[in-house]
Structures are given as structure tokens and as C-alpha cells.
């Protein structure tokens, strides 16, 4: 990321959490995939919501943001008081009680209920395996996961 950029992205968030009285200090960090945002603040409750909504949608809000002020549209991830670390070591186990469950029964086994970021993980974390495979259907909030036996 440019530094002109990085300032950029870091004014913008600023004003945001501001704007939101969040308060707190919070890191940049830029992949190849992503802006990440690390938020340290007291106010991760409000910040996560309901089952991760308000996180969802500040992240949605900022991507949104910087894809204005740089022209090109990059998916934004905030961490804030590790709740996506936590969600993502509960995917694989998910992911992994789901595969064995597919391959007991072997049938397919849907996953609903899940932000589109965490079938992200799952599908990552299945993409490679030999013995499932996963996709996902449906549109809005009606998608879903579909995990099944690859033959």
C-alpha cells in the first residue's frame, strides 16, 4: 500500500470510529486479498453486534469508503477483541465434524446461517481435500454451504 494511501485509509477509519464513538487504537495492515484493520477498543460488543452484523457492515462500509478515495474495491477485516480468531477456530472444527458426517452418511450436509466471510473459510479449509467437496447456494441472506462426498 502506498503511503499516500495508507493515510488515507487510516483518516478515513479514524473519522468513522470517531463518528461511531469507538473509541480505542487500532492497526493497518494490507494483503494481497484485504485491508486488515486489528481494533483495540472496550467497546467490542457494540463494535461485533448481533452475531457479527455490525461488524459485517463496518467492514462493508469502509471497503466501500476506500474503494472512493483509491479506485479500487479491496474486502476489509477488522479483528476486534479476537472474534474472528475464536470464529474461525469454530469453522474448523465445523468443517471438520462436517466433512466426517458427510462421509458417515454419505450425503450431502448443509451449512446455513453463516456471514458470507465464514463459508469463505470453510470452502478454504475443504478446497483441498480429497474426499469433499464445497459450494455454495442460493442468494442473499438464503445462501448456503453445501458440503458433500466427492464421488
Not at 452484523?53 to 479500487?72: M, N, P, R
Request: with cysteine; glycine share 6%; proline share 1%.
Amino acid at each position: 500500500m502506498a503511503k499516500k494511501e495508507n493515510k488515507k485509509i487510516k483518516d478515513t477509519a479514524e473519522k468513522l470510529f470517531k463518528l461511531l464513538e469507538i473509541e480505542g487504537g487500532f492497526e493497518i495492515s494490507e494483503t494481497e486479498e484485504a485491508i486488515e484493520i486489528n481494533l483495540d477498543t472496550q467497546d467490542s460488543g457494540i463494535v461485533i453486534g448481533y452475531h457479527g452484523d455490525t461488524l459485517e457492515s463496518l467492514q462493508l462500509v469502509l471497503s466501500l469508503c476506500f474503494a472512493k478515495q483509491t479506485g479500487e474495491f479491496k474486502r476489509v477485516s477488522i479483528e476486534v477483541g479476537e472474534y474472528k480468531k475464536k470464529r474461525e477456530e469454530w469453522l474448523k472444527t465445523l468443517a471438520l465434524e462436517t466433512k466426517e458426517k458427510v462421509l458417515s452418511q454419505n450425503k450431502e450436509v448443509y451449512l446455513s446461517d453463516l456471514k458470507s466471510w465464514e463459508r469463505r473459510v470453510v470452502h478454504l479449509l475443504l478446497q483441498d481435500d480429497q474426499e469433499v467437496v464445497s459450494e455454495s447456494i442460493g442468494e442473499g441472506k438464503d445462501r448456503v454451504l453445501v458440503v458433500k462426498p466427492k464421488n
